[in-house]
Protein backbone atom coordinates (compact mmCIF):
# COMPACT_ATOMS: atom_id res chain seq x y z
CA UNK A 1 0.00 0.00 0.00
CA UNK A 2 1.35 3.07 -1.13
CA UNK A 3 0.08 6.31 0.95
CA UNK A 4 0.90 9.65 -0.26
CA UNK A 5 -0.51 13.00 1.94
CA UNK A 6 -0.92 15.95 -0.18
CA UNK A 7 -2.25 18.18 2.99
CA UNK A 8 -5.23 18.73 5.02
CA UNK A 9 -7.30 18.70 2.35
CA UNK A 10 -6.56 15.99 -0.07
CA UNK A 11 -4.87 12.58 -0.40
CA UNK A 12 -4.19 9.63 -2.64
CA UNK A 13 -4.30 6.47 -1.56
CA UNK A 14 -3.33 3.85 -4.24
CA UNK A 15 -4.06 0.13 -3.47
CA UNK A 16 -3.24 -2.73 -5.39
CA UNK A 17 -4.96 -6.15 -4.17
CA UNK A 18 -5.07 -9.19 -6.80
CA UNK A 19 -6.09 -8.34 -10.20
CA UNK A 20 -8.13 -4.82 -8.95
CA UNK A 21 -6.79 -1.58 -8.77
CA UNK A 22 -8.40 0.80 -6.28
CA UNK A 23 -7.97 4.93 -6.27
CA UNK A 24 -9.74 6.78 -3.46
CA UNK A 25 -9.40 10.63 -3.19
CA UNK A 26 -10.51 12.83 -0.63
CA UNK A 27 -11.15 16.04 -0.93
CA UNK A 28 -12.22 18.03 2.18
CA UNK A 29 -13.52 15.27 3.47
CA UNK A 30 -15.76 13.94 0.47
CA UNK A 31 -14.68 10.59 -0.88
CA UNK A 32 -15.04 9.36 -4.41
CA UNK A 33 -14.63 5.62 -5.13
CA UNK A 34 -13.50 3.93 -8.54
CA UNK A 35 -12.77 0.58 -8.99
CA UNK A 36 -11.38 -0.98 -12.59
CA UNK A 37 -10.94 -4.83 -12.82
CA UNK A 38 -8.26 -5.94 -15.27
CA UNK A 39 -10.37 -7.32 -17.60
CA UNK A 40 -11.82 -3.41 -18.15
CA UNK A 41 -15.41 -4.14 -16.70
CA UNK A 42 -16.08 -2.35 -13.57
CA UNK A 43 -16.83 -4.29 -10.15
CA UNK A 44 -17.83 -0.69 -8.21
CA UNK A 45 -19.52 1.81 -9.60
CA UNK A 46 -20.22 5.76 -9.20
CA UNK A 47 -23.53 7.21 -9.59
CA UNK A 48 -25.06 10.87 -9.10
CA UNK A 49 -28.24 11.33 -7.75
CA UNK A 50 -29.87 15.02 -6.55
CA UNK A 51 -31.59 15.56 -3.33
CA UNK A 52 -34.45 17.92 -3.54
CA UNK A 53 -35.78 19.62 -0.41
CA UNK A 54 -39.65 21.64 -0.42
CA UNK A 55 -38.20 23.99 2.34
CA UNK A 56 -41.50 26.81 1.89
CA UNK A 57 -43.21 24.41 5.16
CA UNK A 58 -42.93 21.71 7.62
CA UNK A 59 -45.18 18.90 6.19
CA UNK A 60 -45.22 17.28 10.19
CA UNK A 61 -43.78 17.96 13.10
CA UNK A 62 -42.50 15.41 15.64
CA UNK A 63 -42.51 15.71 19.01
CA UNK A 64 -39.26 17.44 20.91
CA UNK A 65 -38.05 13.80 21.85
CA UNK A 66 -39.36 11.74 19.17
CA UNK A 67 -36.67 8.76 19.71
CA UNK A 68 -38.79 6.45 22.32
CA UNK A 69 -37.71 2.60 23.52
CA UNK A 70 -39.63 -0.25 25.27
CA UNK A 71 -39.36 -2.65 28.10
CA UNK A 72 -41.22 -5.64 28.14
CA UNK A 73 -42.33 -7.84 31.11
CA UNK A 74 -41.19 -11.27 29.05
CA UNK A 75 -39.59 -13.62 31.86
CA UNK A 76 -36.17 -15.84 30.83
CA UNK A 77 -38.84 -18.86 29.61
CA UNK A 78 -39.69 -16.95 26.52
CA UNK A 79 -38.71 -18.83 24.09
CA UNK A 80 -39.22 -18.19 20.10
CA UNK A 81 -38.17 -20.92 17.23
CA UNK A 82 -35.84 -22.76 19.87
CA UNK A 83 -34.32 -19.70 21.28
CA UNK A 84 -34.63 -17.79 24.52
CA UNK A 85 -33.74 -14.20 24.06
CA UNK A 86 -34.59 -12.32 26.43
CA UNK A 87 -32.57 -13.20 29.46
CA UNK A 88 -32.65 -11.04 32.87
CA UNK A 89 -34.15 -8.20 30.73
CA UNK A 90 -37.74 -7.84 31.76
CA UNK A 91 -39.00 -5.47 33.78
CA UNK A 92 -39.04 -7.51 36.94
CA UNK A 93 -35.45 -8.82 36.52
CA UNK A 94 -33.48 -6.03 34.90
CA UNK A 95 -30.57 -4.91 36.37
CA UNK A 96 -31.35 -1.32 37.25
CA UNK A 97 -27.19 -1.12 38.53
CA UNK A 98 -25.48 -1.18 35.09
CA UNK A 99 -23.61 1.84 34.84
CA UNK A 100 -23.87 1.06 31.03
CA UNK A 101 -27.70 0.91 30.55
CA UNK A 102 -27.68 4.47 32.82
CA UNK A 103 -25.47 6.09 30.10
CA UNK A 104 -27.26 4.92 27.55
CA UNK A 105 -30.37 6.32 28.28
CA UNK A 106 -28.55 9.29 29.75
CA UNK A 107 -27.60 10.49 26.62
CA UNK A 108 -30.86 10.91 25.47
CA UNK A 109 -32.10 13.74 28.30
CA UNK A 110 -34.98 12.45 28.05
CA UNK A 111 -35.46 9.30 26.23
CA UNK A 112 -39.29 8.28 26.36
CA UNK A 113 -39.56 4.48 27.40
CA UNK A 114 -42.86 2.79 27.25
CA UNK A 115 -43.41 0.08 29.39
CA UNK A 116 -45.52 -3.13 28.11
CA UNK A 117 -45.80 -5.48 25.73
CA UNK A 118 -48.07 -9.10 25.74
CA UNK A 119 -47.99 -9.85 29.14
CA UNK A 120 -48.92 -6.24 30.60
CA UNK A 121 -52.52 -7.63 30.12
CA UNK A 122 -51.57 -10.29 32.02
CA UNK A 123 -50.06 -8.20 35.45
CA UNK A 124 -51.71 -7.23 38.38
CA UNK A 125 -50.33 -4.45 40.93
CA UNK A 126 -49.17 -5.64 44.30
CA UNK A 127 -51.63 -3.58 46.96
CA UNK A 128 -51.75 -5.73 49.27
CA UNK A 129 -54.94 -7.26 48.90
CA UNK A 130 -54.81 -11.03 50.02
CA UNK A 131 -57.20 -12.08 47.53
CA UNK A 132 -54.34 -11.47 45.03
CA UNK A 133 -51.21 -12.97 46.09
CA UNK A 134 -48.37 -11.80 43.87
CA UNK A 135 -47.15 -14.54 41.94
CA UNK A 136 -44.74 -14.54 39.41
CA UNK A 137 -44.76 -15.59 35.38
CA UNK A 138 -44.55 -19.14 35.21
CA UNK A 139 -44.61 -20.92 32.11
CA UNK A 140 -48.03 -22.44 31.08
CA UNK A 141 -48.64 -23.37 27.29
CA UNK A 142 -52.12 -23.72 27.93
CA UNK A 143 -52.94 -20.41 28.84
CA UNK A 144 -53.84 -17.63 26.81
CA UNK A 145 -50.16 -15.60 26.97
CA UNK A 146 -47.90 -18.99 27.07
CA UNK A 147 -47.79 -17.20 30.87
CA UNK A 148 -49.59 -17.79 33.95
CA UNK A 149 -50.85 -14.54 35.86
CA UNK A 150 -48.22 -12.37 36.77
CA UNK A 151 -47.25 -9.39 39.56
CA UNK A 152 -45.76 -6.57 39.70
CA UNK A 153 -44.63 -6.09 43.85
CA UNK A 154 -44.34 -2.05 44.79
CA UNK A 155 -40.76 -2.39 45.79
CA UNK A 156 -39.80 -3.23 42.31
CA UNK A 157 -42.35 -0.36 40.97
CA UNK A 158 -40.52 1.93 43.57
CA UNK A 159 -36.99 0.37 42.36
CA UNK A 160 -37.86 1.03 38.42
CA UNK A 161 -39.29 4.58 38.98
CA UNK A 162 -35.51 5.72 41.05
CA UNK A 163 -33.65 4.17 37.86
CA UNK A 164 -36.12 6.42 35.65
CA UNK A 165 -35.53 9.61 37.49
CA UNK A 166 -31.62 9.10 37.98
CA UNK A 167 -31.53 8.51 34.15
CA UNK A 168 -33.80 11.29 32.81
CA UNK A 169 -36.40 8.92 31.32
CA UNK A 170 -39.91 10.20 30.33
CA UNK A 171 -42.28 6.83 30.97
CA UNK A 172 -45.94 5.79 29.73
CA UNK A 173 -47.07 2.59 31.39
CA UNK A 174 -48.87 0.11 29.68
CA UNK A 175 -52.07 -0.62 32.24
CA UNK A 176 -53.76 -4.06 31.85
CA UNK A 177 -56.77 -3.61 29.58
CA UNK A 178 -58.08 -7.22 30.31
CA UNK A 179 -58.98 -7.22 34.22
CA UNK A 180 -62.23 -7.78 34.65
CA UNK A 181 -63.06 -9.05 31.50
CA UNK A 182 -65.07 -12.23 30.05
CA UNK A 183 -64.61 -14.20 26.47
CA UNK A 184 -67.92 -13.74 24.22
CA UNK A 185 -68.97 -16.56 22.33
CA UNK A 186 -67.72 -14.62 18.83
CA UNK A 187 -64.00 -14.99 20.41
CA UNK A 188 -63.68 -11.50 21.77
CA UNK A 189 -63.29 -10.74 24.62
CA UNK A 190 -67.00 -8.65 26.58
CA UNK A 191 -67.59 -6.68 29.32
CA UNK A 192 -66.41 -3.38 30.76
CA UNK A 193 -62.74 -3.14 31.99
CA UNK A 194 -62.46 -3.31 36.13
CA UNK A 195 -60.02 -0.18 36.56
CA UNK A 196 -59.90 -1.07 40.06
CA UNK A 197 -56.16 -2.33 40.45
CA UNK A 198 -55.38 -0.02 37.42
CA UNK A 199 -56.23 3.12 39.71
CA UNK A 200 -54.84 2.12 42.99
CA UNK A 201 -51.39 1.82 40.89
CA UNK A 202 -52.17 5.32 39.42
CA UNK A 203 -53.00 6.69 42.84
CA UNK A 204 -49.95 4.99 44.61
CA UNK A 205 -47.24 6.27 41.68
CA UNK A 206 -48.91 9.89 42.33
CA UNK A 207 -48.26 9.92 46.65
CA UNK A 208 -45.44 8.55 45.89
CA UNK A 209 -44.17 11.70 43.50
CA UNK A 210 -43.25 9.75 40.75
CA UNK A 211 -43.38 10.74 37.31
CA UNK A 212 -45.29 9.31 34.29
CA UNK A 213 -45.99 11.06 30.95
CA UNK A 214 -48.91 8.87 29.86
CA UNK A 215 -50.72 5.65 30.90
CA UNK A 216 -51.41 3.70 27.94
CA UNK A 217 -54.58 1.31 28.45
CA UNK A 218 -53.80 -2.43 26.65
CA UNK A 219 -51.30 -4.18 23.96
CA UNK A 220 -52.51 -5.49 20.79
CA UNK A 221 -56.44 -6.24 21.75
CA UNK A 222 -57.29 -4.16 18.67
CA UNK A 223 -58.99 -4.94 15.24
CA UNK A 224 -58.50 -8.75 15.23
CA UNK A 225 -55.93 -8.85 18.16
CA UNK A 226 -53.24 -11.09 18.37
CA UNK A 227 -54.23 -13.47 20.98
CA UNK A 228 -57.26 -11.57 21.96
CA UNK A 229 -59.77 -9.15 20.64
CA UNK A 230 -62.24 -6.38 22.10
CA UNK A 231 -64.85 -4.63 20.46
CA UNK A 232 -63.71 -0.57 19.34
CA UNK A 233 -66.79 0.13 21.12
CA UNK A 234 -66.09 -1.06 24.53
CA UNK A 235 -62.35 0.19 24.61
CA UNK A 236 -63.49 3.29 23.75
CA UNK A 237 -66.13 3.43 27.22
CA UNK A 238 -62.62 2.21 28.81
CA UNK A 239 -60.86 5.09 27.32
CA UNK A 240 -63.08 7.37 29.02
CA UNK A 241 -63.00 5.51 32.00
CA UNK A 242 -59.22 6.05 32.54
CA UNK A 243 -59.46 9.59 31.44
CA UNK A 244 -61.74 9.97 34.45
CA UNK A 245 -59.48 8.57 36.75
CA UNK A 246 -56.54 10.38 35.42
CA UNK A 247 -58.04 13.43 35.88
CA UNK A 248 -59.65 12.62 39.03
CA UNK A 249 -56.51 11.35 40.31
CA UNK A 250 -54.31 14.20 39.03
CA UNK A 251 -56.87 16.74 40.32
CA UNK A 252 -54.78 20.10 41.12
CA UNK A 253 -51.68 19.05 38.60
CA UNK A 254 -51.23 21.73 35.75
CA UNK A 255 -49.69 18.90 33.03
CA UNK A 256 -51.52 15.91 32.97
CA UNK A 257 -50.18 12.76 31.78
CA UNK A 258 -51.67 11.70 28.58
CA UNK A 259 -54.21 8.91 27.67
CA UNK A 260 -52.60 6.67 25.38
CA UNK A 261 -54.62 3.59 23.56
CA UNK A 262 -54.92 1.29 22.06
CA UNK A 263 -51.24 -0.21 21.33
CA UNK A 264 -52.31 -2.50 18.52
CA UNK A 265 -51.56 -3.61 15.14
CA UNK A 266 -53.67 -1.09 12.56
CA UNK A 267 -56.75 -1.55 11.66
CA UNK A 268 -58.18 1.03 10.04
CA UNK A 269 -62.35 0.46 10.85
CA UNK A 270 -61.22 -0.39 14.57
CA UNK A 271 -59.33 2.58 14.95
CA UNK A 272 -61.76 5.26 13.40
CA UNK A 273 -64.60 3.72 15.79
CA UNK A 274 -62.17 4.28 18.74
CA UNK A 275 -61.38 8.07 17.75
CA UNK A 276 -64.71 8.77 16.78
CA UNK A 277 -66.30 6.96 20.26
CA UNK A 278 -63.33 8.95 22.06
CA UNK A 279 -64.39 12.41 20.80
CA UNK A 280 -63.96 15.30 21.91
CA UNK A 281 -60.37 14.85 23.86
CA UNK A 282 -60.80 11.83 26.28
CA UNK A 283 -57.90 9.96 23.74
CA UNK A 284 -54.37 11.81 23.68
CA UNK A 285 -52.60 9.87 21.70
CA UNK A 286 -53.42 6.79 19.38
CA UNK A 287 -50.50 3.96 19.13
CA UNK A 288 -49.74 1.37 16.89
CA UNK A 289 -47.40 -1.19 16.81
CA UNK A 290 -45.77 -2.13 13.61
CA UNK A 291 -44.06 -5.63 12.70
CA UNK A 292 -43.89 -5.42 9.01
CA UNK A 293 -41.22 -8.20 8.05
CA UNK A 294 -43.03 -10.62 8.99
CA UNK A 295 -41.85 -13.68 11.48
CA UNK A 296 -37.99 -13.82 13.21
CA UNK A 297 -38.19 -16.96 11.37
CA UNK A 298 -38.16 -15.89 8.22
CA UNK A 299 -34.82 -16.49 5.89
CA UNK A 300 -35.49 -13.46 3.83
CA UNK A 301 -35.57 -10.79 6.74
CA UNK A 302 -32.39 -9.10 4.89
CA UNK A 303 -34.05 -9.29 1.30
CA UNK A 304 -37.06 -7.25 2.60
CA UNK A 305 -34.51 -5.11 4.74
CA UNK A 306 -32.96 -4.08 1.30
CA UNK A 307 -35.56 -3.85 -0.78
CA UNK A 308 -36.64 -0.19 -1.08
CA UNK A 309 -40.17 -1.55 -2.50
CA UNK A 310 -40.73 -2.92 0.00
CA UNK A 311 -40.17 -0.59 2.33
CA UNK A 312 -42.19 1.64 0.79
CA UNK A 313 -45.54 -0.45 2.15
CA UNK A 314 -45.30 0.58 4.95
CA UNK A 315 -46.45 4.16 4.12
CA UNK A 316 -49.51 2.83 3.91
CA UNK A 317 -50.49 2.50 7.17
CA UNK A 318 -49.13 5.94 8.45
CA UNK A 319 -51.29 7.83 5.64
CA UNK A 320 -53.84 6.36 5.98
CA UNK A 321 -53.93 7.02 9.54
CA UNK A 322 -53.13 9.85 9.52
CA UNK A 323 -55.89 11.19 6.94
CA UNK A 324 -58.48 9.51 10.35
CA UNK A 325 -57.28 12.33 12.51
CA UNK A 326 -57.21 14.76 9.72
CA UNK A 327 -60.70 14.09 9.10
CA UNK A 328 -61.17 14.10 12.41
CA UNK A 329 -62.26 16.56 15.10
CA UNK A 330 -60.36 14.94 17.53
CA UNK A 331 -57.42 16.13 19.18
CA UNK A 332 -55.22 13.14 19.21
CA UNK A 333 -51.83 12.29 17.68
CA UNK A 334 -50.06 9.70 16.58
CA UNK A 335 -47.59 7.31 17.79
CA UNK A 336 -45.45 4.19 16.82
CA UNK A 337 -45.98 2.96 20.43
CA UNK A 338 -43.97 -0.59 19.72
CA UNK A 339 -42.05 -1.38 16.63
CA UNK A 340 -39.55 -4.75 16.24
CA UNK A 341 -39.87 -5.05 12.55
CA UNK A 342 -39.58 -8.86 13.08
CA UNK A 343 -42.52 -10.29 15.81
CA UNK A 344 -41.47 -12.99 18.41
CA UNK A 345 -38.13 -11.50 19.23
CA UNK A 346 -36.54 -10.30 15.69
CA UNK A 347 -34.06 -12.83 14.93
CA UNK A 348 -30.35 -13.01 15.93
CA UNK A 349 -27.77 -10.64 13.45
CA UNK A 350 -30.38 -9.32 11.48
CA UNK A 351 -32.58 -7.35 14.11
CA UNK A 352 -29.50 -6.58 16.22
CA UNK A 353 -27.36 -6.04 13.50
CA UNK A 354 -25.83 -3.11 11.10
CA UNK A 355 -28.20 -4.42 8.67
CA UNK A 356 -31.31 -3.53 10.03
CA UNK A 357 -30.53 0.50 10.80
CA UNK A 358 -31.38 0.60 7.20
CA UNK A 359 -34.77 -0.51 7.97
CA UNK A 360 -34.87 1.35 11.30
CA UNK A 361 -33.90 4.63 10.19
CA UNK A 362 -36.27 4.56 7.19
CA UNK A 363 -39.07 3.71 9.30
CA UNK A 364 -37.90 7.05 11.50
CA UNK A 365 -37.76 9.08 8.46
CA UNK A 366 -41.30 7.85 6.86
CA UNK A 367 -43.33 7.50 9.74
CA UNK A 368 -42.15 11.63 10.64
CA UNK A 369 -43.13 12.58 6.93
CA UNK A 370 -46.51 11.47 7.98
CA UNK A 371 -46.64 13.83 10.82
CA UNK A 372 -45.67 10.80 13.88
CA UNK A 373 -44.78 12.84 16.61
CA UNK A 374 -43.18 9.65 18.66
CA UNK A 375 -41.70 6.27 17.58
CA UNK A 376 -40.97 3.29 20.21
CA UNK A 377 -38.54 0.92 19.76
CA UNK A 378 -39.17 -2.40 20.77
CA UNK A 379 -37.01 -2.73 22.35
CA UNK A 380 -34.19 -0.97 24.33
CA UNK A 381 -32.80 -3.88 25.86
CA UNK A 382 -34.49 -7.53 25.75
CA UNK A 383 -34.84 -9.80 22.42
CA UNK A 384 -33.27 -10.00 19.42
CA UNK A 385 -34.30 -6.67 18.93
CA UNK A 386 -32.65 -4.61 21.85
CA UNK A 387 -31.01 -1.46 21.36
CA UNK A 388 -28.44 -2.47 23.91
CA UNK A 389 -27.24 -6.28 24.05
CA UNK A 390 -29.40 -8.43 26.15
CA UNK A 391 -25.97 -9.78 28.02
CA UNK A 392 -23.38 -7.28 28.17
CA UNK A 393 -25.55 -4.50 27.76
CA UNK A 394 -23.44 -2.55 25.14
CA UNK A 395 -25.08 -0.68 22.14
CA UNK A 396 -26.18 -2.48 19.07
CA UNK A 397 -25.57 -0.43 16.01
CA UNK A 398 -29.06 0.58 16.06
CA UNK A 399 -28.81 2.33 19.13
CA UNK A 400 -26.23 4.84 17.78
CA UNK A 401 -28.28 5.73 15.01
CA UNK A 402 -31.35 6.73 16.91
CA UNK A 403 -28.89 8.73 19.14
CA UNK A 404 -27.74 10.29 15.91
CA UNK A 405 -31.01 11.54 14.74
CA UNK A 406 -32.02 12.52 18.24
CA UNK A 407 -29.64 15.09 17.87
CA UNK A 408 -29.46 16.01 14.89
CA UNK A 409 -33.06 15.61 13.55
CA UNK A 410 -35.28 18.44 14.47
CA UNK A 411 -38.97 18.49 14.85
CA UNK A 412 -40.01 20.25 11.67
CA UNK A 413 -40.41 17.53 8.52
CA UNK A 414 -39.31 18.86 4.85
CA UNK A 415 -40.47 17.16 1.63
CA UNK A 416 -37.97 15.40 0.09
CA UNK A 417 -37.32 13.82 -3.04
CA UNK A 418 -34.33 11.74 -4.55
CA UNK A 419 -33.56 11.79 -8.16
CA UNK A 420 -31.10 8.88 -9.48
CA UNK A 421 -31.14 5.17 -8.09
CA UNK A 422 -34.25 4.26 -6.22
CA UNK A 423 -31.78 2.58 -3.60
CA UNK A 424 -30.78 5.80 -2.21
CA UNK A 425 -33.61 6.59 0.48
CA UNK A 426 -33.49 10.50 1.27
CA UNK A 427 -35.36 11.81 4.46
CA UNK A 428 -34.53 16.26 5.58
CA UNK A 429 -35.60 17.67 8.78
CA UNK A 430 -34.86 21.13 9.83
CA UNK A 431 -31.27 21.08 11.93
CA UNK A 432 -32.11 20.47 16.03
CA UNK A 433 -31.20 23.36 17.97
CA UNK A 434 -28.85 24.79 15.05
CA UNK A 435 -29.42 26.39 11.96
CA UNK A 436 -29.95 24.79 8.66
CA UNK A 437 -31.20 21.21 7.71
CA UNK A 438 -29.74 17.66 8.49
CA UNK A 439 -30.22 15.43 5.63
CA UNK A 440 -30.50 11.80 6.14
CA UNK A 441 -28.90 9.70 3.55
CA UNK A 442 -29.46 5.83 3.19
CA UNK A 443 -27.47 3.66 0.46
CA UNK A 444 -29.41 -0.35 0.03
CA UNK A 445 -27.00 -0.58 -3.24
CA UNK A 446 -24.09 -3.14 -2.68
CA UNK A 447 -21.55 -1.70 -5.04
CA UNK A 448 -22.21 1.66 -6.16
CA UNK A 449 -21.26 5.13 -3.87
CA UNK A 450 -23.46 8.22 -5.05
CA UNK A 451 -22.65 11.46 -5.44
CA UNK A 452 -25.31 13.74 -3.73
CA UNK A 453 -26.29 17.32 -4.97
CA UNK A 454 -28.86 18.94 -3.12
CA UNK A 455 -31.44 21.16 -4.25
CA UNK A 456 -34.18 23.67 -2.30
CA UNK A 457 -37.18 25.57 -2.86
CA UNK A 458 -37.31 28.71 -1.39
CA UNK A 459 -33.73 28.31 0.51
CA UNK A 460 -30.15 29.78 -0.76
CA UNK A 461 -27.18 27.68 -0.11
CA UNK A 462 -23.68 30.28 1.18
CA UNK A 463 -22.53 29.13 -1.49
CA UNK A 464 -23.07 32.08 -3.54
CA UNK A 465 -27.14 30.60 -3.92
CA UNK A 466 -25.71 28.00 -5.74
CA UNK A 467 -27.51 24.67 -5.11
CA UNK A 468 -25.92 23.06 -2.46
CA UNK A 469 -22.77 20.59 -3.96
CA UNK A 470 -23.73 21.73 -7.40
CA UNK A 471 -22.01 25.46 -8.22
CA UNK A 472 -20.25 25.36 -11.57
CA UNK A 473 -16.72 23.50 -11.89
CA UNK A 474 -14.62 23.15 -14.87
CA UNK A 475 -11.41 20.62 -14.79
CA UNK A 476 -9.27 23.41 -14.12
CA UNK A 477 -11.04 25.26 -10.88
CA UNK A 478 -11.65 22.48 -8.51
CA UNK A 479 -8.89 22.77 -5.51
CA UNK A 480 -9.18 26.53 -6.33
CA UNK A 481 -13.09 26.68 -5.66
CA UNK A 482 -12.25 24.39 -2.98
CA UNK A 483 -9.77 27.36 -1.10
CA UNK A 484 -12.35 29.96 -2.18
CA UNK A 485 -14.94 28.68 -0.03
CA UNK A 486 -13.04 26.92 2.71
CA UNK A 487 -15.30 28.36 5.91
CA UNK A 488 -18.29 27.22 4.85
CA UNK A 489 -18.41 23.45 5.96
CA UNK A 490 -20.88 20.93 7.00
CA UNK A 491 -21.12 18.23 8.88
CA UNK A 492 -21.69 14.69 8.00
CA UNK A 493 -22.24 11.22 9.92
CA UNK A 494 -21.00 8.16 7.08
CA UNK A 495 -22.62 5.12 9.59
CA UNK A 496 -21.76 1.80 8.10
CA UNK A 497 -20.66 -2.29 8.94
CA UNK A 498 -17.71 -3.07 10.64
CA UNK A 499 -15.58 -5.45 8.00
CA UNK A 500 -18.31 -4.53 5.73
CA UNK A 501 -20.49 -7.21 6.81
CA UNK A 502 -23.99 -6.28 7.25
CA UNK A 503 -25.18 -8.83 9.89
CA UNK A 504 -21.57 -7.22 12.11
CA UNK A 505 -22.86 -5.91 15.50
CA UNK A 506 -20.00 -3.74 15.32
CA UNK A 507 -21.21 0.32 13.82
CA UNK A 508 -18.36 2.31 12.50
CA UNK A 509 -18.75 6.04 12.63
CA UNK A 510 -16.29 8.15 10.08
CA UNK A 511 -14.35 4.87 10.03
CA UNK A 512 -14.01 4.24 13.73
CA UNK A 513 -15.10 1.56 16.00
CA UNK A 514 -18.14 2.81 18.06
CA UNK A 515 -18.10 1.20 21.43
CA UNK A 516 -17.78 1.88 25.12
CA UNK A 517 -15.22 3.18 27.25
CA UNK A 518 -14.17 1.19 30.04
CA UNK A 519 -16.70 2.79 32.92
CA UNK A 520 -19.17 2.45 30.64
CA UNK A 521 -19.15 5.87 29.41
CA UNK A 522 -21.04 5.97 25.82
CA UNK A 523 -18.43 7.62 22.92
CA UNK A 524 -18.77 10.86 21.64
CA UNK A 525 -20.21 10.93 17.66
CA UNK A 526 -18.15 13.27 16.18
CA UNK A 527 -18.70 14.20 12.34
CA UNK A 528 -16.36 15.11 9.66
CA UNK A 529 -16.12 18.57 8.08
CA UNK A 530 -16.63 18.50 4.47
CA UNK A 531 -16.42 21.53 2.01
CA UNK A 532 -20.13 22.62 1.48
CA UNK A 533 -19.37 22.93 -2.39
CA UNK A 534 -18.60 19.10 -2.78
CA UNK A 535 -21.11 16.28 -3.01
CA UNK A 536 -22.44 14.52 -0.55
CA UNK A 537 -20.80 10.83 -1.03
CA UNK A 538 -22.86 7.44 -0.29
CA UNK A 539 -20.76 4.65 -0.22
CA UNK A 540 -22.53 1.60 -1.01
CA UNK A 541 -24.68 -0.34 1.79
CA UNK A 542 -23.64 2.87 4.22
CA UNK A 543 -25.91 5.43 5.69
CA UNK A 544 -24.87 9.40 5.91
CA UNK A 545 -26.49 12.26 8.55
CA UNK A 546 -25.62 15.80 6.88
CA UNK A 547 -25.76 18.37 9.08
CA UNK A 548 -25.70 21.52 6.24
CA UNK A 549 -25.76 25.24 8.50
CA UNK A 550 -25.65 27.36 5.23
CA UNK A 551 -29.08 26.15 3.94
CA UNK A 552 -31.99 28.63 5.14
CA UNK A 553 -35.31 27.45 4.48
CA UNK A 554 -38.65 29.59 5.06
CA UNK A 555 -39.62 26.22 7.50
CA UNK A 556 -36.69 25.99 9.33
CA UNK A 557 -37.03 30.04 10.77
Not at 514 to 527: A, R
Request: proline share 5%; hydrophobic share 40%.
Amino acid sequence: MLLVCLNTEMSILFQLVGSCFWLSIFVAGSITVLSQDSGGGSKYGVGEGTVFINGSSAIGRTDPNFICATLDWWPPEKCDYGTCSWGLDSLLNLDLNNPIMLNAIKAFSPLKIRLGGTLQDNVIYDMGDPLQPCNSFVRNTSEMFGFTQGCLPMSRWDELNQFFRKANAAIIFGLNALNGRVPMPDGSWGGPWNSTNAASLIRYTVNKGYTIRGWELGNELSGRGVRVRIGADQYAADVISLKSIVQDIYRGFKVKPLILAPGGIFDANWFKELIDRTLPNSLDVITHHIYNLGPGSDNHLIDKILNPSYLDGEAVTFSNLQNILSTSPTSATAWVGEAGGAYNSGRNLVTNAFVFSFWYLDQLGMSSTYNTKTYCRQSLIGGNYGLLNTTTFKPNPDYYSALLWHRLMGRNVLLTTFSGTKNIRAYAHCAKNSQGITLLLINLDNSTTIQVQVTTESGVSGAKKYSHGAAPRTKFNRMHRVKKIIGIMREEYHLSAKDGDLQSQTMLLNGNILDVSLDGQIPSLQPVKINSSQPITVAPFSIVFAHIPNIDVPACM
